[in-house]
């Protein structure tokens, strides 16, 4: 059993707990808290289990580290604090653990990745002899892993697209929602994670992997931003009210071009309200959320995957896959020598242990 400690029990930090409770390879053996109200609850009462798991949350990182856990979960968030992300990741490198996190969309291909980001991993794991992956759903495998076992199935591939199609109201996280996409805001507010270069930052990584593994250079990236204002005022179940004439849509492509034409396409289609903008592409069945990959060529091919978790909730399904994919990477991990490694190096291994197995 490695011991594995859990960093972080948000939206996707409760995934992780329940996820490494039910692996049977792992002990979860530390849970590292932010929030002092947290410090000294149980693991599963913070993970939603309907059970305890013995395990407290402690906001004490040197002392949990100090007992040397074989792997830790990053589960804090990365997107507003990139610096205090990658010096945690670090410390926990130093300390010898094998990590898997989200939350670095830089290190999601590695090769691509300013040196501001890879420098200090690899000195860590020099140091500790730690390794690091990073993935998540979109950027992660609804843009690498699946898309890749996909275009295998054709016999010509044209156009490689990954789409991500979701009812932003389900998400939980409100600033994000609000400010870093821009719904609610008038039209004329500019939202971070919208502005040029920002969505090349992002998926521009994902975009240089697929090629890599595809056998192509990719001559630029290029982006396409569409936004859309609410026709009416609406209310939502979970985030409250939107006005009318407020950004209640975004489409965007972040756009891979090889030898003058686009190939691979990551794209979203983001919605606070299914009202707006029903003539983008919509989730097959009306539902709130999917990711989908479709090759254009012969065969055309489509295929959809949608996930649902804490009472039918797609973006915690979404986050659960992550989760997923990350602690199904530590065994393989753990075999494999220190390294900073991408979705590339590291396989989808199959559920072995987990069927049939009771979950928290």
């Known amino acids: 059993m490695t011991s594995t400690v859990v960093w972080g029990t948000g939206n996707v930090g409760r995934a992780a707990i329940r996820a490494v409770d039910a692996h049977p390879g792992l002990e979860l053996c530390g849970v590292l808290v932010h929030d002092p109200a947290k410090d000294g609850r149980d693991a599963g009462d913070l993970a939603g289990c309907d059970h305890a798991l013995g395990v407290t949350a402690s906001t004490d990182v040197d002392a949990v580290l100090a007992a040397r856990p074989g792997a830790v979960f990053y589960a804090a968030s990365g997107e507003l604090r990139p610096d205090e992300a990658l010096d945690d990741i670090c410390r926990a490198l130093r300390a010898g653990a094998v990590v898997v996190s989200p939350a670095l969309y830089p290190l999601y291909d590695p090769r691509s990745a300013p040196p501001d980001f890879t420098d200090p991993v690899r000195a860590a794991i020099e140091e500790g002899g730690g390794s690091l992956f990073v993935s998540g759903v979109d950027p992660g495998w609804a843009n690498d892993v699946l898309p890749l076992l996909v275009s295998g199935l054709g016999t010509r591939v044209d156009v490689l697209r990954c789409q991500e199609i979701f009812d932003y109201s389900t998400y939980d996280q409100e600033d994000s929602v609000r400010h870093l996409i821009g719904m609610g805001h008038p039209m004329d507010y500019e ?19 697929l ?23 609406v209310t939502t179940a979970t985030m409250g009210d939107f006005d009318a004439g407020t950004q209640g849509a975004v489409r965007f492509e972040v756009q891979g071009v090889v ?18 903008a029903p003539d983008w592409p919509v989730p097959p069945g009306g539902g709130a959320g999917a990711h989908r990959v479709i090759v254009e060529g012969r065969p055309r091919i489509e295929v959809t995957v949608q996930a649902t978790d804490e009472g039918g909730n797609h973006a915690a399904g979404g986050n659960a896959t992550a989760v997923g994919r990350l602690v199904g990477a530590i065994d393989w991990l753990l075999a494999a020598p220190p390294g900073l490694y991408d979705a590339l190096d590291v396989p989808v291994t199959p ?8 979950q928290p």
């Open 191 to 209: 939202p971070l994670m919208l502005a040029e270069s920002i969505p090349t930052m992002v998926w521009g990584g994902q975009l240089r992997l």
């Open 211 to 233: 090629g890599r593994a595809l056998g192509v250079e990719i001559d630029e990236i290029r982006e396409a931003v569409e936004r859309r204002p609410l026709e009416s005022d």
């Open 259 to 276: 030898d003058g034409e686009v190939r691979l396409v990551v794209e979203h289609v983001t919605r606070i309200h299914p009202s707006c």
């Open 351 to 358: 559920a072995v242990g987990r069927l049939g197995r009771k």
